[in-house]
Protein backbone atom coordinates (compact mmCIF):
# COMPACT_ATOMS: atom_id res chain seq x y z
CA UNK A 1 0.00 0.00 0.00
CA UNK A 2 1.42 3.24 -1.24
CA UNK A 3 1.12 6.69 0.81
CA UNK A 4 -1.08 7.65 -2.37
CA UNK A 5 -3.47 4.68 -1.22
CA UNK A 6 -3.16 5.33 2.25
CA UNK A 7 -3.85 8.81 1.95
CA UNK A 8 -7.20 7.86 -0.57
CA UNK A 9 -8.29 5.64 2.05
CA UNK A 10 -7.88 8.32 5.03
CA UNK A 11 -10.53 10.64 3.23
CA UNK A 12 -13.19 8.08 4.57
CA UNK A 13 -11.16 6.24 7.34
CA UNK A 14 -9.10 9.55 8.78
CA UNK A 15 -7.24 6.89 11.09
CA UNK A 16 -5.56 5.44 8.26
CA UNK A 17 -3.24 8.85 7.97
CA UNK A 18 -1.76 7.95 11.48
CA UNK A 19 -0.20 4.96 8.76
CA UNK A 20 1.78 7.86 7.17
CA UNK A 21 2.69 9.37 10.59
CA UNK A 22 4.28 6.06 11.25
CA UNK A 23 6.08 5.76 7.98
CA UNK A 24 7.54 9.59 7.55
CA UNK A 25 7.55 11.17 11.25
CA UNK A 26 11.32 9.36 12.36
CA UNK A 27 13.50 10.96 9.20
CA UNK A 28 10.91 14.27 9.48
CA UNK A 29 11.64 14.56 12.90
CA UNK A 30 15.24 13.58 12.64
CA UNK A 31 15.20 16.76 9.68
CA UNK A 32 13.58 19.40 11.52
CA UNK A 33 15.54 18.70 14.85
CA UNK A 34 18.49 19.00 12.75
CA UNK A 35 17.29 22.63 11.44
CA UNK A 36 15.58 23.73 14.59
CA UNK A 37 16.54 21.62 17.49
CA UNK A 38 14.19 18.99 19.30
CA UNK A 39 11.63 21.20 21.13
CA UNK A 40 10.75 22.78 17.91
CA UNK A 41 11.02 19.62 16.19
CA UNK A 42 8.07 17.73 17.80
CA UNK A 43 5.87 20.77 17.62
CA UNK A 44 6.47 21.05 13.75
CA UNK A 45 6.21 17.73 12.94
CA UNK A 46 2.81 17.71 14.93
CA UNK A 47 1.68 20.57 12.78
CA UNK A 48 3.04 19.02 9.34
CA UNK A 49 0.71 16.11 10.06
CA UNK A 50 -2.08 17.92 11.10
CA UNK A 51 -2.03 20.73 7.87
CA UNK A 52 -1.22 17.02 5.57
CA UNK A 53 -4.37 15.92 6.90
CA UNK A 54 -6.55 18.93 5.98
CA UNK A 55 -5.00 19.07 2.40
CA UNK A 56 -5.53 15.26 1.86
CA UNK A 57 -8.68 15.79 -0.17
CA UNK A 58 -6.58 18.02 -2.50
CA UNK A 59 -3.35 15.22 -2.84
CA UNK A 60 -2.31 14.19 -6.03
CA UNK A 61 -3.19 10.91 -5.81
CA UNK A 62 -0.34 10.01 -8.98
CA UNK A 63 2.48 10.74 -6.53
CA UNK A 64 2.57 7.71 -4.93
CA UNK A 65 5.73 9.06 -2.57
CA UNK A 66 4.53 11.32 -0.10
CA UNK A 67 7.82 12.58 0.90
CA UNK A 68 8.06 15.88 -1.45
CA UNK A 69 4.20 16.90 0.01
CA UNK A 70 5.30 16.49 3.80
CA UNK A 71 9.04 18.43 3.24
CA UNK A 72 6.76 21.16 1.75
CA UNK A 73 4.76 21.32 4.05
CA UNK A 74 7.82 21.14 7.17
CA UNK A 75 9.90 23.52 5.40
CA UNK A 76 6.75 25.97 5.42
CA UNK A 77 6.52 25.63 8.89
CA UNK A 78 9.99 25.84 9.60
CA UNK A 79 10.30 29.55 8.04
CA UNK A 80 8.16 30.38 11.02
CA UNK A 81 11.08 29.51 13.27
CA UNK A 82 13.87 31.42 10.72
CA UNK A 83 15.21 33.69 13.56
CA UNK A 84 15.93 30.92 15.65
CA UNK A 85 17.41 28.84 13.75
CA UNK A 86 19.78 31.64 12.46
CA UNK A 87 20.37 32.21 16.07
CA UNK A 88 21.61 28.64 16.92
CA UNK A 89 23.92 28.52 13.66
CA UNK A 90 25.64 31.97 14.41
CA UNK A 91 26.15 30.86 18.15
CA UNK A 92 27.40 27.37 16.87
CA UNK A 93 29.67 29.24 14.54
CA UNK A 94 30.95 31.48 17.26
CA UNK A 95 30.79 29.19 20.08
CA UNK A 96 31.53 26.11 18.69
CA UNK A 97 28.56 24.94 20.78
CA UNK A 98 25.71 24.03 19.14
CA UNK A 99 22.33 25.17 20.88
CA UNK A 100 20.60 22.25 18.40
CA UNK A 101 22.35 19.40 19.42
CA UNK A 102 23.67 19.79 22.86
CA UNK A 103 21.02 17.89 24.35
CA UNK A 104 21.94 14.12 22.37
CA UNK A 105 25.39 14.30 23.45
CA UNK A 106 27.19 11.95 24.95
CA UNK A 107 26.84 12.68 28.78
CA UNK A 108 30.18 11.57 29.93
CA UNK A 109 31.34 14.76 27.78
CA UNK A 110 29.99 17.43 29.40
CA UNK A 111 30.37 19.93 26.19
CA UNK A 112 31.16 18.94 23.21
CA UNK A 113 32.87 21.22 20.56
CA UNK A 114 31.65 21.31 17.32
CA UNK A 115 34.50 20.34 14.51
CA UNK A 116 35.91 23.38 12.80
CA UNK A 117 33.97 22.70 9.24
CA UNK A 118 30.38 22.75 11.43
CA UNK A 119 31.00 25.62 12.52
CA UNK A 120 32.34 26.91 9.41
CA UNK A 121 29.06 25.89 7.89
CA UNK A 122 26.75 27.38 10.50
CA UNK A 123 28.16 30.66 9.83
CA UNK A 124 27.45 30.29 6.32
CA UNK A 125 24.12 28.76 6.51
CA UNK A 126 23.05 31.70 8.46
CA UNK A 127 23.71 34.20 5.44
CA UNK A 128 21.86 32.32 3.05
CA UNK A 129 18.49 33.31 2.44
CA UNK A 130 15.88 31.10 3.44
CA UNK A 131 15.43 29.45 -0.17
CA UNK A 132 18.96 28.39 -0.63
CA UNK A 133 18.88 27.00 2.69
CA UNK A 134 15.63 25.40 2.40
CA UNK A 135 16.65 23.76 -1.55
CA UNK A 136 20.40 22.72 -0.08
CA UNK A 137 19.05 20.90 3.38
CA UNK A 138 16.41 19.01 1.52
CA UNK A 139 19.08 17.67 -0.87
CA UNK A 140 21.49 17.23 2.18
CA UNK A 141 19.84 16.79 5.17
CA UNK A 142 16.50 15.12 4.02
CA UNK A 143 17.69 13.12 1.01
CA UNK A 144 15.57 14.28 -1.65
CA UNK A 145 16.31 14.29 -5.65
CA UNK A 146 16.64 17.66 -7.26
CA UNK A 147 13.07 16.53 -8.64
CA UNK A 148 11.61 15.82 -5.52
CA UNK A 149 13.24 19.08 -3.62
CA UNK A 150 11.43 20.84 -6.75
CA UNK A 151 8.12 19.22 -5.59
CA UNK A 152 8.25 20.01 -2.23
CA UNK A 153 9.20 23.79 -3.02
CA UNK A 154 6.80 24.02 -6.10
CA UNK A 155 9.69 25.31 -8.11
CA UNK A 156 10.60 24.11 -11.47
CA UNK A 157 13.51 21.54 -10.97
CA UNK A 158 16.22 24.20 -12.58
CA UNK A 159 15.14 26.62 -9.94
CA UNK A 160 16.71 23.58 -7.61
CA UNK A 161 19.38 23.53 -9.24
CA UNK A 162 21.02 26.32 -9.42
CA UNK A 163 19.87 27.67 -6.10
CA UNK A 164 21.61 24.07 -4.43
CA UNK A 165 24.43 24.89 -6.94
CA UNK A 166 25.20 28.78 -5.76
CA UNK A 167 24.58 27.49 -2.14
CA UNK A 168 27.10 24.76 -2.37
CA UNK A 169 29.95 27.80 -3.34
CA UNK A 170 28.90 29.25 -0.33
CA UNK A 171 29.95 26.39 1.54
CA UNK A 172 32.55 25.55 -0.12
CA UNK A 173 34.50 29.35 0.19
CA UNK A 174 33.52 28.83 3.92
CA UNK A 175 35.05 25.46 4.42
CA UNK A 176 38.48 26.94 2.39
CA UNK A 177 38.34 29.85 5.13
CA UNK A 178 36.52 32.52 3.44
CA UNK A 179 34.34 34.85 6.08
CA UNK A 180 30.91 33.79 4.59
CA UNK A 181 29.62 37.72 5.25
CA UNK A 182 32.05 39.13 2.72
CA UNK A 183 30.94 36.32 -0.56
CA UNK A 184 29.46 38.18 -3.08
CA UNK A 185 27.04 34.75 -4.29
CA UNK A 186 26.80 35.46 -7.99
CA UNK A 187 30.70 35.30 -8.23
CA UNK A 188 30.74 31.90 -7.01
CA UNK A 189 28.18 30.91 -9.87
CA UNK B 1 35.50 15.89 1.74
CA UNK B 2 33.88 17.59 -0.10
CA UNK B 3 31.44 20.39 0.83
CA UNK B 4 28.17 18.64 0.70
CA UNK B 5 30.02 15.10 2.77
CA UNK B 6 31.14 18.02 5.21
CA UNK B 7 27.12 19.18 5.33
CA UNK B 8 25.90 15.37 6.30
CA UNK B 9 28.27 15.15 8.75
CA UNK B 10 26.92 18.21 10.43
CA UNK B 11 24.46 17.64 13.16
CA UNK B 12 24.40 13.85 12.17
CA UNK B 13 24.78 12.92 15.88
CA UNK B 14 20.89 14.17 15.87
CA UNK B 15 19.51 9.92 16.51
CA UNK B 16 16.73 9.05 14.07
CA UNK B 17 14.27 7.74 16.77
CA UNK B 18 11.07 6.42 15.90
CA UNK B 19 8.10 8.83 17.39
CA UNK B 20 6.70 7.69 20.56
CA UNK B 21 3.03 6.04 20.99
CA UNK B 22 2.08 9.37 22.79
CA UNK B 23 3.02 11.55 19.99
CA UNK B 24 0.95 9.32 17.34
CA UNK B 25 -1.94 9.37 19.96
CA UNK B 26 -1.77 12.73 20.04
CA UNK B 27 -1.98 12.93 16.24
CA UNK B 28 -4.65 10.04 16.21
CA UNK B 29 -6.79 12.01 19.11
CA UNK B 30 -6.49 15.38 17.22
CA UNK B 31 -7.43 13.34 13.54
CA UNK B 32 -10.31 12.39 15.25
CA UNK B 33 -11.40 15.75 16.59
CA UNK B 34 -10.68 17.43 12.75
CA UNK B 35 -14.13 17.88 11.06
CA UNK B 36 -14.78 15.14 8.31
CA UNK B 37 -15.85 18.01 5.45
CA UNK B 38 -14.55 20.92 6.00
CA UNK B 39 -17.48 22.63 4.15
CA UNK B 40 -19.67 21.25 6.78
CA UNK B 41 -18.06 23.12 10.08
CA UNK B 42 -21.68 23.20 11.36
CA UNK B 43 -20.37 23.87 15.21
CA UNK B 44 -18.45 26.64 14.13
CA UNK B 45 -21.25 28.27 12.49
CA UNK B 46 -23.82 27.60 15.18
CA UNK B 47 -20.87 29.22 18.23
CA UNK B 48 -20.25 32.12 16.24
CA UNK B 49 -23.60 32.62 15.82
CA UNK B 50 -23.24 33.95 19.08
CA UNK B 51 -24.42 31.64 21.67
CA UNK B 52 -24.25 32.23 25.28
CA UNK B 53 -20.74 33.15 26.80
CA UNK B 54 -20.84 31.10 29.77
CA UNK B 55 -22.43 27.99 28.18
CA UNK B 56 -19.49 28.41 24.96
CA UNK B 57 -16.84 28.41 27.79
CA UNK B 58 -18.34 25.26 29.64
CA UNK B 59 -18.31 23.41 26.21
CA UNK B 60 -14.69 24.51 25.96
CA UNK B 61 -13.84 23.50 29.06
CA UNK B 62 -15.26 19.69 28.44
CA UNK B 63 -13.32 19.73 25.21
CA UNK B 64 -10.00 19.80 26.98
CA UNK B 65 -11.28 17.72 29.53
CA UNK B 66 -11.99 14.88 27.09
CA UNK B 67 -8.86 14.88 25.33
CA UNK B 68 -7.12 15.12 28.67
CA UNK B 69 -8.83 11.93 29.28
CA UNK B 70 -7.86 10.25 26.09
CA UNK B 71 -10.16 11.27 23.74
CA UNK B 72 -13.17 8.86 22.92
CA UNK B 73 -13.15 5.42 23.37
CA UNK B 74 -9.99 3.78 23.43
CA UNK B 75 -8.68 0.39 23.85
CA UNK B 76 -5.76 -0.57 26.17
CA UNK B 77 -4.08 -2.78 24.76
CA UNK B 78 -1.34 -5.04 25.79
CA UNK B 79 2.01 -3.80 26.27
CA UNK B 80 0.49 0.04 26.73
CA UNK B 81 1.71 0.09 30.73
CA UNK B 82 -1.40 1.81 31.50
CA UNK B 83 -1.26 4.78 28.46
CA UNK B 84 -4.82 5.53 28.38
CA UNK B 85 -4.71 6.79 24.77
CA UNK B 86 -4.48 4.73 21.46
CA UNK B 87 -2.90 5.34 18.65
CA UNK B 88 -3.61 4.44 14.98
CA UNK B 89 -6.74 1.92 15.89
CA UNK B 90 -6.19 -0.64 13.73
CA UNK B 91 -9.64 -2.67 13.82
CA UNK B 92 -9.25 -6.18 13.51
CA UNK B 93 -6.78 -8.64 11.98
CA UNK B 94 -8.46 -8.94 8.84
CA UNK B 95 -7.82 -5.88 8.50
CA UNK B 96 -4.04 -6.10 8.99
CA UNK B 97 -3.97 -9.28 6.82
CA UNK B 98 -6.10 -6.63 3.97
CA UNK B 99 -3.21 -4.32 4.14
CA UNK B 100 -0.32 -6.78 4.61
CA UNK B 101 -2.14 -8.13 1.03
CA UNK B 102 -1.55 -4.85 -0.48
CA UNK B 103 1.97 -4.24 1.13
CA UNK B 104 4.79 -2.32 -0.85
CA UNK B 105 8.07 -2.40 -0.54
CA UNK B 106 9.36 -5.62 -1.15
CA UNK B 107 11.68 -6.77 -4.09
CA UNK B 108 9.84 -8.61 -6.45
CA UNK B 109 12.09 -11.62 -7.45
CA UNK B 110 12.41 -13.68 -9.91
CA UNK B 111 15.45 -15.98 -10.35
CA UNK B 112 15.97 -17.95 -13.47
CA UNK B 113 16.16 -21.95 -14.10
CA UNK B 114 19.57 -22.41 -12.78
CA UNK B 115 19.36 -20.01 -10.17
CA UNK B 116 18.19 -20.16 -6.50
CA UNK B 117 16.88 -18.19 -3.99
CA UNK B 118 18.64 -17.44 -0.09
CA UNK B 119 16.51 -16.88 2.47
CA UNK B 120 17.92 -16.01 6.04
CA UNK B 121 15.92 -16.48 9.08
CA UNK B 122 16.24 -16.69 13.04
CA UNK B 123 14.31 -18.91 14.84
CA UNK B 124 13.74 -20.21 18.60
CA UNK B 125 12.01 -23.75 19.76
CA UNK B 126 11.82 -25.49 21.85
CA UNK B 127 14.27 -28.84 22.84
CA UNK B 128 12.37 -31.20 24.93
CA UNK B 129 13.95 -34.44 26.31
CA UNK B 130 12.13 -36.98 29.22
CA UNK B 131 14.86 -35.02 31.50
CA UNK B 132 14.72 -31.47 30.12
CA UNK B 133 13.36 -28.89 28.26
CA UNK B 134 14.52 -25.45 26.88
CA UNK B 135 14.55 -22.66 24.23
CA UNK B 136 17.13 -23.55 21.57
CA UNK B 137 17.91 -20.52 19.05
CA UNK B 138 19.65 -21.11 15.35
CA UNK B 139 20.47 -18.13 12.67
CA UNK B 140 19.75 -20.26 9.47
CA UNK B 141 20.19 -19.31 5.99
CA UNK B 142 18.97 -21.37 3.09
CA UNK B 143 19.03 -22.00 -0.49
CA UNK B 144 16.74 -23.17 -2.62
CA UNK B 145 16.98 -23.60 -6.06
CA UNK B 146 14.40 -22.71 -8.79
CA UNK B 147 14.01 -25.55 -10.29
CA UNK B 148 12.43 -28.39 -9.15
CA UNK B 149 14.22 -32.05 -8.36
CA UNK B 150 17.56 -30.27 -7.60
CA UNK B 151 19.14 -30.11 -4.30
CA UNK B 152 19.52 -27.35 -2.27
CA UNK B 153 21.43 -26.17 1.15
CA UNK B 154 21.17 -25.25 4.53
CA UNK B 155 23.43 -23.62 7.09
CA UNK B 156 22.36 -23.17 10.72
CA UNK B 157 24.56 -21.13 13.28
CA UNK B 158 23.76 -22.52 16.79
CA UNK B 159 23.50 -19.39 18.71
CA UNK B 160 22.91 -18.79 23.10
CA UNK B 161 19.76 -21.04 23.89
CA UNK B 162 17.08 -19.75 26.82
CA UNK B 163 16.27 -21.76 29.58
CA UNK B 164 12.60 -22.75 29.66
CA UNK B 165 10.87 -20.68 32.37
CA UNK B 166 11.24 -22.01 35.63
CA UNK B 167 13.45 -24.64 34.35
CA UNK B 168 17.52 -24.73 34.42
CA UNK B 169 19.08 -25.29 31.62
CA UNK B 170 20.91 -28.17 31.18
CA UNK B 171 24.69 -28.68 30.06
CA UNK B 172 23.38 -30.17 26.56
CA UNK B 173 21.87 -27.16 25.35
CA UNK B 174 25.89 -25.14 25.32
CA UNK B 175 27.01 -27.60 23.26
CA UNK B 176 28.19 -25.96 20.04
CA UNK B 177 26.86 -22.69 20.89
CA UNK B 178 28.22 -20.52 18.26
CA UNK B 179 29.00 -23.10 15.80
CA UNK B 180 28.01 -23.60 11.75
CA UNK B 181 26.94 -27.08 10.42
CA UNK B 182 25.78 -27.04 6.82
CA UNK B 183 23.42 -30.16 5.08
CA UNK B 184 22.24 -31.03 2.04
CA UNK B 185 18.49 -29.75 1.23
CA UNK B 186 18.30 -33.14 -0.58
CA UNK B 187 15.72 -33.65 -3.44
CA UNK B 188 13.98 -36.73 -2.19
CA UNK B 189 11.48 -38.83 -4.38
CA UNK B 190 8.15 -38.96 -3.19
CA UNK B 191 7.99 -35.87 -0.60
CA UNK B 192 5.38 -34.43 -0.48
CA UNK B 193 4.31 -31.70 -3.34
CA UNK B 194 3.67 -29.14 0.04
CA UNK B 195 7.05 -29.10 1.23
CA UNK B 196 8.65 -28.28 -2.22
CA UNK B 197 10.51 -24.80 -1.64
CA UNK B 198 11.63 -24.40 -5.81
CA UNK B 199 10.47 -21.07 -7.34
CA UNK B 200 8.48 -23.19 -10.26
CA UNK B 201 6.46 -24.74 -7.47
CA UNK B 202 5.76 -22.10 -5.54
CA UNK B 203 5.10 -19.58 -8.39
CA UNK B 204 2.30 -21.82 -9.82
CA UNK B 205 0.66 -21.72 -6.44
CA UNK B 206 -3.33 -20.51 -6.55
CA UNK B 207 -3.81 -16.98 -6.60
CA UNK B 208 -7.15 -16.24 -5.69
CA UNK B 209 -7.80 -15.80 -1.87
CA UNK B 210 -10.85 -18.60 -2.21
CA UNK B 211 -8.10 -21.04 -4.49
CA UNK B 212 -5.82 -20.22 -1.75
CA UNK B 213 -7.99 -21.16 0.87
CA UNK B 214 -8.83 -24.39 -0.08
CA UNK B 215 -5.13 -25.24 -1.28
CA UNK B 216 -3.94 -24.54 2.41
CA UNK B 217 -6.94 -26.23 3.86
CA UNK B 218 -5.90 -29.57 2.47
CA UNK B 219 -2.06 -29.19 1.64
CA UNK B 220 -0.06 -30.15 4.45
CA UNK B 221 -2.53 -33.39 4.93
CA UNK B 222 -2.30 -34.54 8.83
CA UNK B 223 -5.56 -33.97 10.09
CA UNK B 224 -4.89 -36.25 12.85
CA UNK B 225 -2.90 -35.18 15.60
CA UNK B 226 -0.35 -37.04 17.49
CA UNK B 227 -2.57 -37.51 20.30
CA UNK B 228 -5.56 -38.53 18.26
CA UNK B 229 -7.39 -35.60 17.98
CA UNK B 230 -8.62 -34.25 14.57
CA UNK B 231 -8.04 -30.84 13.79
CA UNK B 232 -9.92 -28.30 12.32
CA UNK B 233 -9.86 -26.77 8.76
CA UNK B 234 -8.76 -23.67 9.87
CA UNK B 235 -6.44 -24.50 12.01
CA UNK B 236 -4.49 -26.31 9.32
CA UNK B 237 -5.17 -23.70 7.19
CA UNK B 238 -3.59 -21.11 9.39
CA UNK B 239 -0.93 -23.52 10.07
CA UNK B 240 -0.11 -24.25 6.65
CA UNK B 241 0.47 -20.50 5.69
CA UNK B 242 3.28 -20.14 8.32
CA UNK B 243 4.71 -22.99 6.91
CA UNK B 244 4.72 -21.35 3.28
CA UNK B 245 6.07 -18.01 4.65
CA UNK B 246 8.33 -18.63 7.15
CA UNK B 247 11.09 -19.57 5.03
CA UNK B 248 10.45 -19.32 1.62
CA UNK B 249 9.97 -16.57 -1.18
CA UNK B 250 6.38 -16.18 -2.56
CA UNK B 251 5.75 -14.47 -5.47
CA UNK B 252 3.30 -11.10 -4.80
CA UNK B 253 0.39 -12.68 -6.76
CA UNK B 254 0.33 -16.12 -4.15
CA UNK B 255 1.39 -13.57 -0.95
CA UNK B 256 -1.26 -11.40 -1.45
CA UNK B 257 -3.45 -14.59 -1.56
CA UNK B 258 -2.70 -16.21 1.84
CA UNK B 259 -3.06 -13.01 3.32
CA UNK B 260 -6.42 -12.53 1.67
CA UNK B 261 -7.31 -16.32 2.57
CA UNK B 262 -6.37 -16.05 5.98
CA UNK B 263 -8.28 -13.48 6.69
CA UNK B 264 -11.54 -14.87 5.52
CA UNK B 265 -10.84 -17.16 8.78
CA UNK B 266 -12.94 -16.62 11.97
CA UNK B 267 -11.56 -16.12 15.33
CA UNK B 268 -8.21 -14.49 14.73
CA UNK B 269 -7.20 -12.08 16.78
CA UNK B 270 -5.67 -8.80 16.48
CA UNK B 271 -2.58 -7.70 19.01
CA UNK B 272 -0.19 -5.10 18.99
CA UNK B 273 3.23 -4.64 20.56
CA UNK B 274 3.88 -7.64 18.95
CA UNK B 275 7.89 -8.84 18.32
CA UNK B 276 9.57 -11.02 16.45
CA UNK B 277 12.61 -13.32 16.88
CA UNK B 278 14.72 -10.52 15.47
CA UNK B 279 13.31 -8.27 18.69
CA UNK B 280 11.58 -6.13 15.33
CA UNK B 281 8.49 -4.56 17.12
CA UNK B 282 5.09 -5.57 15.08
CA UNK B 283 1.21 -6.22 15.35
CA UNK B 284 -0.22 -9.72 15.18
CA UNK B 285 -2.45 -11.75 13.69
CA UNK B 286 -3.35 -14.32 16.03
CA UNK B 287 -4.93 -17.77 15.51
CA UNK B 288 -5.96 -19.77 18.75
CA UNK B 289 -5.12 -23.54 17.60
CA UNK B 290 -7.37 -25.41 20.20
CA UNK B 291 -6.35 -28.62 19.28
CA UNK B 292 -2.60 -27.89 20.18
CA UNK B 293 -3.73 -25.38 22.98
CA UNK B 294 -1.28 -23.19 21.11
CA UNK B 295 -1.98 -19.65 20.13
CA UNK B 296 0.10 -18.44 16.97
CA UNK B 297 0.77 -15.40 15.38
CA UNK B 298 1.72 -14.01 12.50
CA UNK B 299 3.72 -10.97 12.89
CA UNK B 300 3.87 -7.84 10.48
CA UNK B 301 5.54 -4.39 10.07
CA UNK B 302 3.40 -1.98 11.65
CA UNK B 303 3.94 0.51 8.76
CA UNK B 304 4.60 -1.34 6.06
CA UNK B 305 2.53 -4.41 6.84
CA UNK B 306 5.52 -6.80 5.48
CA UNK B 307 5.79 -9.78 7.26
CA UNK B 308 8.68 -10.19 9.64
CA UNK B 309 7.81 -13.53 11.77
CA UNK B 310 6.33 -15.19 14.20
CA UNK B 311 5.55 -16.22 18.05
CA UNK B 312 3.65 -18.90 19.73
CA UNK B 313 2.25 -18.77 22.88
CA UNK B 314 0.51 -21.66 25.27
CA UNK B 315 -3.36 -21.80 25.81
CA UNK B 316 -4.13 -24.79 27.11
CA UNK B 317 -1.75 -25.78 29.65
CA UNK B 318 -2.90 -29.46 29.47
CA UNK B 319 -3.22 -29.82 25.83
CA UNK B 320 -0.02 -27.78 25.03
CA UNK B 321 2.21 -29.99 28.36
CA UNK B 322 3.32 -26.22 29.74
CA UNK B 323 2.24 -23.70 31.56
CA UNK B 324 -0.43 -20.84 29.86
CA UNK B 325 1.43 -17.97 28.36
CA UNK B 326 4.69 -19.86 27.81
CA UNK B 327 6.45 -18.72 24.53
CA UNK B 328 7.50 -21.76 22.41
CA UNK B 329 8.39 -20.22 19.10
CA UNK B 330 9.84 -17.47 18.44
CA UNK B 331 11.07 -16.60 14.14
CA UNK B 332 11.82 -13.89 12.03
CA UNK B 333 12.64 -14.08 8.42
CA UNK B 334 15.37 -11.35 7.61
CA UNK B 335 16.37 -11.18 4.12
CA UNK B 336 15.63 -13.11 0.42
CA UNK B 337 17.56 -12.77 -2.72
CA UNK B 338 18.27 -14.69 -6.07
CA UNK B 339 21.89 -16.29 -6.04
CA UNK B 340 23.87 -17.82 -8.83
CA UNK B 341 24.48 -21.05 -6.56
CA UNK B 342 23.95 -23.06 -4.04
CA UNK B 343 26.90 -23.76 -2.08
CA UNK B 344 28.67 -27.23 -1.38
CA UNK B 345 28.38 -28.96 1.83
CA UNK B 346 31.25 -31.03 2.71
CA UNK B 347 29.25 -34.54 4.36
CA UNK B 348 30.98 -35.61 6.86
CA UNK B 349 31.17 -35.00 11.10
CA UNK B 350 29.66 -31.37 10.49
CA UNK B 351 27.43 -31.82 8.04
CA UNK B 352 24.56 -33.81 6.45
CA UNK B 353 21.73 -34.64 4.71
CA UNK B 354 18.07 -33.91 4.76
CA UNK B 355 15.07 -34.51 2.82
CA UNK B 356 14.55 -31.01 3.02
Same mark, same amino acid.
Given at each position: ?18 ? !? ?6 ? /???? *? ?17 ? *? ?8 ? !? ?7 ? /? ?17 ? /? ?6 ? *? ?13 ? *? ?7 ? /? ?21 ? !? ?45 | ?19 ? &? ?7 ? #??? %???? +???? +????? #? $????? =? ?23 ? +? ?5 ? =????? @? ?13 ? @? ?21 ? =??? +? ?5 ? &?? %???? $? $? ?39 ? #? ?11 ? %? ?26 ? @? ?15 ? %? ?41 ? =? ?8 ? &? ?60
Amino acid at each position: MDDASVIERSRDEPEYFAL !LFRRHAPL /LQRY *VTRRLGPQAAEDVVNEVFL *VAFRQRRSYD !LARTDARPW /LYGIATNLVGRHRRGEVRA /LRALSVTG *VDPVTEGFADRSDAR *VVASANSRR /LAAALATLKAPFRDALLLVAWAD !LTYEETAAALGVPVGTVRSRVSRARSTMRAALGGVDPTSIDEEHYR | MNEMQALRDMRSEVPLDPPS &REAEARLVA #ALR %DEPA +RPRR +RLRGV #A $WGAGL =ATGLAAAVAVGLVLAQGGGGGPVTP +RPGDNGV =AAAPL @KLTSAAQVLDLAASA @KGQPELIPRPDQAIMIKSTTMYI =AES +RDYRYLY &RT %DRAV $W $WPAAPNRDGAIEITSLEPKSFPGEPLPPVARQGIGETSRHV #AKYCPGRPEFSRT %DFAYVSGLPTTPEAMLAYLRTAAGGENT @KKGGKRTLDEMAFTAAG %DLIRERYLPPAQRAAVYRALGSLSDLRLIEGAEDAAGRKGVAV =AYDDATTGVR &RELVFDPSTFLYLGERAFVTDADKAGTAVGTQVASTALLSAEVVDTVPAVELGPKGGETCG
